[in-house]
């Protein structure tokens, strides 16, 4: 029987859970060292109590940057076991995360496949579940109707919980005279918003939010506060409706963390690449400190089919100043359901984005892997550079198809291979160019 009802109180009371341990052996650091950084919230362990299976992992913008990937069954992709089969697929890549954002018939029995299956850290956005749940019209449903959804995800096993509770009915006169280019692109904060007009009432995830805190005490489940008003395009940047809606986001992390509530706060969204950093600074000084996880941020709008590296270029960025997690993007977004050749696209993209900014950051032993491949480069060693690759069925297949006269260069030079000169002329030898 555990003496703690989440992580976080247990780091306040100084106690080293079993998750804990693990988290700190991943990211290279002792017990005592990570138990300060929990109990302050600037790293949230996303570990539902009931999810047993889970390999816990850290969040926070000094440990390695995560990584989410989207699943979920939908009209057009029903076949549960398929969608699994995607779900380990995209673990084994290196997801660190599964956001289940099922929207198509009876959505339990996959959310409880993927607790009692799936390793890594499981989120959830009830706002949509609920529509699914109760398959009746959104102006139908009640604030009581959210909430027991919210319960019901964490009864089974989800770690964390995507919600819309920072917008209110003040941003709806917000958005009406503030004339966004795109209004709301957030598919929670829209849903959140319609109700809202519909109803006339106040938005139910935030006027119930004591309510809510007290479920995700009982289960440890994260809040992963939801930006509803992240800019859906440049022109919309850190303007207005998104920073204010930022301003409520650091009071309820605030109110969180009274209950010992683990909190992440998610970010932009389209941003061009000069408002990122600032953008990073201004989340952790108005929502002190608590992990940021960001959706993009897309730096450009004009690139559909290759917004997998429109996100990780912005993602890059973003990790590098500070951002603990990045959600996916595929080629597909903006267009279409991703397959499984735009999920590997969309997760290799976020673990180069993710990679590049702890490298930057100086996350403990971030670039070790990559002072490996300089040397096998150097040597031109090539089963050493499979070793290091990120995706070395990919760098084998490129090498194999197009192969050189001589194998140790590439074809991209052949005998005017600079290293291969280079190592000769530093040994004295003769380099035979013709
Ligand atoms: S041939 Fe050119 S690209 Fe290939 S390993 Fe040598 S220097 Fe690098």
Redesign the pocket.
Known sequence: MRQYATQMEAARRGIVTPELRIVAEKERMSAEELLPLVASGQVAICANRLHECINPEGVGSMLQTKINVNLGVSRDCKDMDVELSKVMAAVDMGAHAIMDLSSHGDTIPFRRKLTSQCPAIIGTVPVYDSVIHYQRDLDTLTAKDFIDVIRLHAEDGVDFVTLHCGITRKTIEQIKTHKRKMNIVSRGGSLVFAWMTMTGKENPFYEYFDEILDICREYDVTISLGDACRPGCLADGSDVCQIEELVRLGELTKRAWEKDVQVMVEGPGHMPMDQIAANMKLQQTICSGAPFYVLGPIVTDIAPGYDHITAAIGGAIAAAAGAAFLCYVTPAEHLALPNVEDVKQGIMAAKIAAHAGDIAKGVRGAREMDDRMADA?RE?DWEAQWACAMDPETAKRIRQERK?EHDD??????K?????SMNKALAGEHIDIL
């Open positions: 480069r031109l050189p260069t590439c074809s991209m030079c052949g005017f291979c600079a290293v291969r």
